[in-house]
């Protein structure tokens, strides 16, 4: 049974404030005084091994992050149901008026996998139609490539998929067109630590 003396979170919470708070604390001051200005909105996947603020190395303040299965955004749809994704792009854009958004996919995704082969019985609630907005995609794509290269491929094509879907938010699209926001595509390697940006050559290609 886990106690309080060894939960993880808790240690590391108490790492965070002997090591980290002493010299981060007048930099959350001033972020909770003035409030925050993040110049980039992330869509990531909720992937334990793929974590944004880690991989850009960032500080508080800088990245408005929103994480879930498959890094999926959804299509422009104000239906008035409760849609996650949409609130937090509506937020990060329009009140707090990021410069950019970045979709970022990963290796190994479990999510993009059970677009491939079916999510597990056990998550029919949720996950099932949560994945299904890019079954077709990736699917279509697995056909295209060979069999070695068809992982990754479909990684990038819900990549490529969000991507899309927020040029359907008429707002995202005003803005991009304008030039006040861009849209940027990445891909993460877990076992190689190597992060990958769509090009104008519309593949994926290391960042230097």
């Known amino acids: 049974m886990t106690t309080e003396s060894n939960d993880p979170l808790f240690s590391g919470y108490r790492r965070f404030r002997e090591h980290h708070w002493p010299e981060a604390k007048a930099e959350y001051e001033a972020l909770a005084a003035d409030g925050q200005r993040p110049h980039t909105l992330v869509v990531a996947c909720s992937d334990s091994r793929a974590d ?3 991989i850009f190395d ?5 990245l408005f992050v929103v994480r879930n299965v498959a890094n999926l955004v959804p299509p422009y749809e ?3 149901q409760l849609h996650g994704v949409s609130a937090a792009l509506e937020f990060g854009v329009k009140v707090l008026g990021v410069s ?4 970022m996919g990963h290796a190994h995704c479990g999510g ?7 999510a597990p019985e056990s998550v029919q609630d949720f996950v099932a139609p949560w994945i299904a907005q890019g079954t077709p995609v990736v699917r279509r794509i697995a056909e295209a490539v060979e069999p ?10 819900v990549v490529r998929l969000s991507l899309d879907n927020l040029r359907t938010f008429p707002w995202i699209a005003e803005r991009e067109t304008a030039g006040t926001l861009s849209l940027t595509g990445l891909h993460f390697g877990i076992a190689d630590g190597i992060l990958r940006v769509l090009t104008g050559k ?7």
């Open 148 to 157: 070695d290269q068809v992982e990754q491929a479909s990684e990038e094509a």
């Open 78 to 80: 104000p239906d008035g």
């Open 100 to 103: 950019r958004i970045v979709v």
């Open 112 to 118: 993009v996998a059970a677009m491939r082969t079916g």
């Open 52 to 54: 944004p603020a880690l």
């Open 58 to 62: 960032t500080a508080p303040g800088q």
């Open 202 to 208: 519309a593949r994926f290609e290391p960042i230097g």
